[in-house]
């Protein structure tokens, strides 16, 4: 443990601590999502049957994939999750992800 600055042991645990209990957890799709090893054969389908459980996050990994392409006749919009999952790829999974998370943890924006 790097101690280069003035924060005590006690100081770093007890920030540890308060992050442990107080920080929200992610959402367990998620958590269950990041701990796939996307070496394994069966990486995508796994990923498909976690994002199906979750429609938040389903929906999130669509807009993500339809990011990324232009929709057009030649293109037409993704419709379908294993579509979508393949068009991101194992990062752009991760960040669609992450992303769901962060919309969950965070209180809406006020349109005022």
Known sequence: MNMEHDYSKADY?????????????????VQTLLKLNPQDAAY???????????????ACVLRYARATIK??????????????LAR???EGIRAAAMTFSMQQLLPPANPD
């Open 13 to 29: 645990f007890m920030a540890l601590d308060f992050a442990a209990t107080e920080m929200p957890a992610l959402p367990v799709a």
């Open 44 to 58: 995508l389908s796994d990923v498909l049957r976690i994002v199906r459980v979750d429609g938040g996050l389903a």
């Open 71 to 84: 929709q057009d006749a030649h293109n037409p919009q993704i419709q379908q999750l294993k579509h979508a």
């Open 88 to 90: 991101l790829g194992v």
